[in-house]
T-cell receptor, first 115, second 113 residues
Framework: KAGVTQTPRYLIKTRGQQVTLSCSPI?????VSWYQQTPGQGLQFLFE???????NKGNFPGRFSGRQFSNSRSEMNVSTLELGDSALYLC??????????????FGPGTRLTVT | DQQVKQNSPSLSVQEGRISILNCDYT??????FLWYKKYPAEGPTFLIS?????DKNEDGRFTVFLNKSAKHLSLHIVPSQPGDSAVYFC????????????FGTGTRLQVTL
């Protein structure tokens, strides 16, 4: 079974621009979560989507948004990029996010650098 | 407010010995705990988990212990192997809040020959 895939793997953007990251979950997984990893901060939860609906949201500004499509693929968008948005963005999928799917499986991440 | 803490940023252990990685949490609503391993340039890989109704869960060389009264969990790796060298993240969740995982900042384990 193919794992979680994320595209692109690396991205360089300029302050003020916007960016869209893509995530394809493991086949059959309906829950997709997004995390931001920065040095010293660990992984910070951004949001979770399940059946095309945002089910949970972390403490990030409104510049961070996402969506999920009917095939469970998800996209994350960051508008008006700031230098502090430079990070590794990780996507994770799980069966449902409930009792039978607590374990989340991560993709390799997208390394975003904002200059 | 760091609700999940891994106070040791790094740990060095000799091959064949036991590695013990520690994690503390402050949120008493957490009832499910997971450990992930992360190699450079890869996403975290799920290792082992434990529900709050248990105090121990074992999977091969990996055992997780949970002390609810102390709000502390630990991951034991026995015996440690060079391939275990990675960053280990502890994560916790409240099973009533869907998929949100709260992660610690990680411990870098180095297994030396």
């Amino acid at each position: 079974k193919a794992g979680v895939t994320q595209t692109p793997r690396y991205l360089i953007k300029t302050r003020g621009q916007q960016v869209t990251l893509s995530c394809s979950p493991i086949s059959g997984h309906r829950s997709v979560s997004w995390y931001q990893q920065t040095p010293g901060q660990g992984l910070q939860f951004l949001f979770e989507y399940f059946s095309e609906t945002q089910r949970n949201k972390g403490n990030f500004p409104g510049r961070f948004s996402g969506r999920q499509f009917s095939n469970s693929r998800s996209e994350m968008n960051v508008s008006t990029l700031e230098l502090g948005d430079s990070a590794l963005y990780l996507c994770a999928s799980s069966l449902t996010g409930s009792y039978d799917g607590y374990e989340q499986y991560f993709g390799p991440g997208t390394r975003l650098t904002v200059t | 407010d760091q609700q999940v803490k891994q106070n040791s940023p790094s740990l060095s252990v000799q091959e064949g010995r036991i590695s013990i990685l520690n994690c503390d949490y402050t949120n008493s609503m957490f009832d499910y705990f997971l450990w992930y391993k992360k190699y450079p340039a890869e996403g975290p890989t799920f290792l082992i988990s434990i529900s709050s109704i248990k105090d121990k869960n074992e999977d091969g060389r990996f055992t997780v212990f949970l002390n609810k009264s102390a709000k502390h969990l630990s991951l034991h790796i026995v015996p440690s192997q060079p391939g275990d060298s990675a960053v280990y993240f502890c994560a916790a969740k409240n099973t009533g809040t869907a998929s949100k995982l709260t992660f610690g900042t990680g411990t870098r384990l180095q297994v030396t020959l």
